[in-house]
């Protein structure tokens, strides 16, 4: 099992974050999303390609990068 840092940018408000996280845990393969307004940072636990958590992020209507895989 792996861990995924992510920057996501767009998030403004606590519905946001949690759009995130759910987007982030619908993707095959992560056991654990943890999504930070404030910084902007998402930790994702799990065996998954980081390109699909981005363009789950993407879907929702946010930017990400990989910040470390």
């Known amino acids: 099992m792996s861990r995924i840092e992510l920057q996501v940018s ?4 606590g519905h946001c ?7 982030l ?3 095959p393969g ?3 999303a943890q999504v930070d307004l ?3 940072k998402a930790v994702v636990q799990g065996d998954v390609e980081p390109r699909l ?3 789950a992020i ?3 209507g946010y930017e990400a990068t ?3 895989a």
């Open 25 to 27: 845990k619908s993707v």
């Open 38 to 40: 404030t910084s902007g």
């Open 10 to 13: 767009g998030m403004s408000c």
């Open 66 to 68: 990989i910040a470390s």
């Open 30 to 32: 992560v056991t654990d």
């Open 17 to 23: 974050q949690a759009g995130v996280t759910k987007a």
């Open 53 to 55: 958590l981005v363009e």
């Open 58 to 60: 993407v879907e929702e």
